[in-house]
């Protein structure tokens, strides 16, 4: 079992940043992918951005240029900094990490941080 805690959320003003962390118990390298979601009330889950064990980054469409997803594998912990956040950032961003098996792949989920962006 893969334990995941994510942190760093808060309240911020409009333009201002946050730098969202997701530790993971076990080895960073064990793991196949880590990605950043969130969930805006009454939908499922949006990726938001993910990097895989080679560090391909993938970022949603509309996000990129203000998020950026980063490991540091020293300390077994995944970032997204965000900048320029908007009203329309708030929400409870959570992390998931993937292990794969010979036969599927694992996904783990933390349970979230929640971002607030107001004046």
């Known amino acids: 079992q893969v334990q995941v805690v994510e942190s760093g959320g808060g309240l911020v003003q409009p333009g201002g940043s946050l730098r969202l962390s997701c530790a993971a118990s076990?080895?960073?390298?064990?793991?196949?992918?880590m990605a950043w979601y969130r969930r805006y009330p009454d939908v499922p889950r949006e990726e938001i951005a993910s990097?895989?064990?080679?560090?391909?980054?993938n970022y949603a469409p509309s996000l990129k240029g203000r998020f950026t997803i980063s490991i540091d594998n020293a300390k077994n912990t995944m970032y997204l900094q965000m900048n320029d956040l908007k009203p329309e950032d708030k929400d409870v961003y959570y992390c998931?990490?993937?292990?794969?098996?010979?036969?599927?792949?694992?996904?783990?989920w933390g349970e979230g941080t929640q971002v607030t962006v107001s004046s």
């Open positions: 998931r990490v993937d292990r794969d098996f010979s036969d599927h792949i694992q996904h783990y």
């Open positions: 990097i895989t064990s080679t560090g391909r980054k």
């Open positions: 076990g080895s960073i390298a064990s793991f196949s992918a």
